[in-house]
């Protein structure tokens, strides 16, 4: 039985230009090794940033370096697979300029987007968890990939990002280089208002909330003469990650505005309009029964 494996084991498929023999056997371990190496090259980057996320690195600096760690063992397991069946790289010159035409022509936006996936990866204007925005949609990215980029959606929700279009399209990254974002709040009060302790009020309501930064120090502007109030505007710097906290970091500033105008009586304007009658000539008011009501929409139609 042995002698049968033997013989299967050793029993020629091809021979190269070169003489050499390629075997069943070969074939096989070839296969092994591929195998092998595929899943140590994941067991490896994967231990490699087990280790790495103790540090501190970015999480994209680490999904770099396990990708690049992957893809060299992976080329070396090839060149290792390549010397065990005795074809020399060389032999595949031709072939591989004639595949990478056929590719280049076939596959044109895969091969734009793996590239820019790199491009991505090497320069660095996006990152994992940094928070973009692209056309109408906002999120977090959570992973750059061969082909596409994957990001979180404010509402959960996940996009898939052709890698090309994050190159070729305004993105706006909010933490790129920081987290600091500037916003605003506005609010209008009634005529009449001591406008020096709005300012002060609106201030301390700013300089009170804990995610506001002290430097650059927060601004009140009294703005405009509304229609129905005087506009005050007040400006301030916070470290967010997204729309909803700076959303919700505004939304404390209005509570405790209100809190401030209520215990200093200060009313919040709302849109009114003053009405003048001019009663010098006598108004005549009549009720119309129903006939007249019908009468007068028939001399409208005549």
């Not at 195998?35 to 067991?43: E, T």
């Not at 009020?201 to 109030?229: C, M, R």
């Amino acid at each position: 039985m042995f002698t049968d494996f033997k013989a299967v084991w050793n029993f020629v498929l091809a021979t190269t230009p070169g003489g050499h023999t390629i075997s069943i056997g070969q074939i096989v371990s070839v296969l092994a090794l591929l195998i092998a190496g595929y899943i140590g090259g994941r067991f490896i980057g994967y231990m490699l940033g087990r280790r790495l996320e103790k540090t501190k690195l970015r999480p994209d600096v680490i999904y770099i370096l396990k990708r690049v760690v992957f893809f060299t063992i992976l080329v070396l397991v090839v060149i290792t697979a390549f010397g065990l069946l005795g074809i020399p790289l060389t032999a595949f010159a031709f072939a591989t300029g004639a595949l990478a035409i056929g590719i280049g022509f076939g596959a044109q936006n895969i091969i734009n987007n793996f590239i820019s996936g790199w491009i991505l990866m090497a320069e660095r204007p996006i990152r994992i968890d940094d928070y973009i925005e692209i056309d109408a949609w906002q999120g977090t990215v959570e992973r750059v990939g061969n082909r596409s980029t994957r990001i979180r959606r404010t509402d959960g929700v996940h996009l898939l990002v052709p890698n090309s279009q994050l190159l070729e399209r305004t993105v706006v990254n909010w933490t790129l280089v920081d987290q600091k974002i500037r916003t605003t709040v506005r609010v209008g009060v009634e005529y009449g208002s001591r406008v020096r302790l709005v300012s002060e009020l609106i201030f301390q309501a700013v300089t009170e909330q804990p995610q506001v930064k002290p430097e650059p120090a927060p601004t009140v502007v009294f703005e405009d003469f509304g229609d129905n109030s005087l506009v005050f505007d007040v400006y301030f710097w916070c470290d967010v990650t997204g729309e909803r906290l700076l959303r919700e970091i505004r939304s404390d500033v209005r509570y405790r505005i209100c809190d401030l105008f209520a215990e200093n009586d200060i009313v919040v304007a709302f849109p009114q309009r003053d009405v003048h009658l001019d009663t010098r000539d006598a108004l005549e008011v009549r009720v119309l029964t129903s006939s007249e009501t019908a009468q007068q929409a028939d001399n409208k139609r005549k």
